[in-house]
């Protein structure tokens, strides 16, 4: 176990050490347009990356927000079991994602893909869908990035095949992103609703 242990640690580190800072700041100015143009921010992914994309939009909805300051308008696609099994059973697990966005997608709205694999086929539906209707997409992806890389118009990268990785790093930047906006939420003004913030503020 000790040796186990370690090898986890050393191919972590290792790991978010090659995640760039500019891919971090770029997914900040994303979701920050978002938010001062009042877009929904739609987050979405499989199996540990549904539990990320719950835990996402927990985050950004209430941990980021401040009294007096307009809120994200945030939801995760992943936490409403009735709906994706009637979709599952009655379509395909495919759509599940993909019809949900069919009811509720604006143009200039952000989707964000969690994904290890950067392959997952109703992410990958839910993207094309999102681009025909003029969104914007975002991926967190892992393994070689896959299909949802090139359909994102800003994305993460996890340089690992190992999806316990992948998936600690990805909430490792959700925290990161939805603490840093907790921080400069704190500094808008209430008689300046629509302030926009910038990383170097």
């Known amino acids: 176990m000790k040796d186990f242990f370690h090898k986890y640690k050393q191919e972590l580190i290792e790991s978010i050490n090659k995640i760039s800072q500019k ?11 978002s938010y001062n143009k009042n877009k929904k921010i739609i987050i979405i992914g499989n199996g540990g990356s549904a ?45 599940v994602f993909k019809y949900q966005l069919e009811n509720i997608l604006e143009e200039d709205d952000l989707v964000i893909g969690i994904s290890a694999s950067g392959n997952s086929e109703n992410i990958v539906k839910a993207f094309e869908y999102a681009k025909s209707k003029s969104a ?3 991926g ?5 990035g896959g299909k949802i890389k090139d359909l994102s ?3 993460i990268h996890v340089q690992s095949f190992n999806y316990g ?10 925290h990161v992103l939805t603490q840093y906006f907790k921080k400069y939420m704190g500094e808008i003004s209430i008689n300046k609703p629509n302030k926009i913030l910038g990383l170097g503020d």
Request: aromatic content about 10%; hydrophobic content about 45%; proline content about 1%.
């Open 165 to 174: 990785i992948v998936e600690d790093i990805h909430l490792i930047i959700e």
């Open 153 to 155: 118009d800003g994305y």
């Open 51 to 95: 539990a990320t994309a719950s835990h996402f939009s927990c985050d950004l909805g209430k941990g980021a927000s401040v009294e007096g300051v307009r809120r994200f308008r945030v939801i995760s696609l992943t936490d409403n079991i009735p709906l994706i099994t009637a979709i599952s059973n009655d379509i395909s697990y495919d759509e």
């Open 136 to 138: 914007k997409t975002f």
């Open 23 to 33: 891919d971090i700041e770029q997914f900040f100015q994303i979701m920050l347009d």
């Open 140 to 144: 967190l992806v892992g393994f070689s």
